[in-house]
């Protein structure tokens, strides 16, 4: 497995990449873009440990579990990488996040009318369309920009992660433990259910509010800019890139 280091400096490259295609009108909608970068984060891991896919609906695979959180090497999981982020860099008491079983049970087998997996966050930090829209949009452009750095599936996996972190960093006013708590849903979501082959359009403004029967709720405006001191920040929790990087394991495992 790739250094955390390139973790970071190829979830940078995630980052430009995604900011730029989720900008309209000069402006990003947080929620809707950190839950589409977790959700690719979980659908690499789902490909990289799992070839044997169903042709629809949830994928039951105890190597792509053992891969986001049942690995000896907690922070060596997606699950316990990212969460050791938003704990030592965000201060948020992970023992007040969902669990992964519970997510995974919350998901159940099948995706709601539109593609939606079952998300449950506040109703301002829905995401404007399914986050699972982000896999054939751009894991095309994902692959090659990872092939070109080097990265297995997996590392791509974890540097998608880095780069949906270092998102949630950018915008903590928007409320950090909430959107960690959307990063990790949509990641399981990413991990759990067969990628989608095309993009799924959505029947009104957002599919959730379509699903729910509700009207659009304003959304808190942020800096459409990333700050880069943060990610900085967010970096140095698990390492710096001259000691091994973003993700590096410290002699009692943790970063």
Known sequence: MASGHRWNSVGDECIR??????????????????SATAALSGEMALIANESRLPEFGAVESRRVAQFMHDGDVKNRTIWGYSTTIAREAFGVDIETLPGYPSIVSQMGVQLLPGSFPALQVAAHLMPRETPLNAGPRYRKTLHALAGEA??????????LATAAMKMIGAVQPLGVRDLTILALQSVVAGARFVPLYEPVANPTQSSVDGILGREPE??????????????????????????????????NGVG
């Open 17 to 34: 990449l995604l900011v730029t295609a989720y900008e309209a009108n000069g402006e990003v909608h947080w929620p809707t873009l950190i």
């Open 218 to 251: 304003a959304q808190p405006k942020a800096d459409a800019a990333i700050t880069m001191p943060t990610a900085a920040a967010v970096a140095a929790v698990l390492g710096t890139p001259d000691a091994a990087g973003f993700g590096r394991r410290s002699a």
């Open 150 to 159: 080097g990265l297995a599936m997996e590392d791509t996996s974890f540097a």
